[in-house]
């Protein structure tokens, strides 16, 4: 199986920063997309910003220009470095990677971690 940990979230004032940390481990072979995605209270889960193995990387239109997200392919990690943290940054922060676990099976599958809290005040 894969595991996906998240961590880095917590409490900060409007206009700061955090810097959030996935991890996977287990059975890899390959990992083609990692990303972040984000829930509110009430709302649906949302992308946050992605990054393909090769570089490439999406950003939401809401935190274009204040969210930075990188990997180390290496150890399997994605990063999201959070700047001009608003309110309305607040939610759980999920972790998701695009994951191909068996070398001679090309079929990748879709994992998540277990969230981070994110809470920004005003």
């Known amino acids: 199986q894969v595991q996906l940990v998240e961590s880095g979230g917590g409490l900060v004032q409007a206009g700061g920063s955090l810097r959030l940390s996935c991890v996977a481990s287990?059975?890899?072979?390959?990992?083609?997309?990692m990303g972040w995605y984000r829930q509110a209270p009430g709302k649906q889960r949302e992308l946050v910003a992605s990054?393909?193995?090769?570089?490439?990387?999406n950003y939401a239109d809401s935190v274009r220009g204040r969210f930075t997200i990188s990997r180390d392919n290496a150890k399997d990690t994605v990063y999201l470095q959070m700047t001009s943290l608003k309110p309305e940054d607040t939610g759980v922060y999920y972790c998701?990677?695009?994951?191909?676990?068996?070398?001679?099976?090309?079929?990748?599958?879709?994992?998540w971690g277990q969230g981070t809290q994110v809470t920004v005040s005003s």
């Open positions: 287990g059975s890899i072979f390959s990992i083609n997309a």
């Open positions: 998701n990677a695009d994951v191909r676990r068996l070398a001679w099976v090309n079929k990748y599958e879709d994992y």
């Open positions: 990054a393909t193995s090769g570089g490439s990387t």
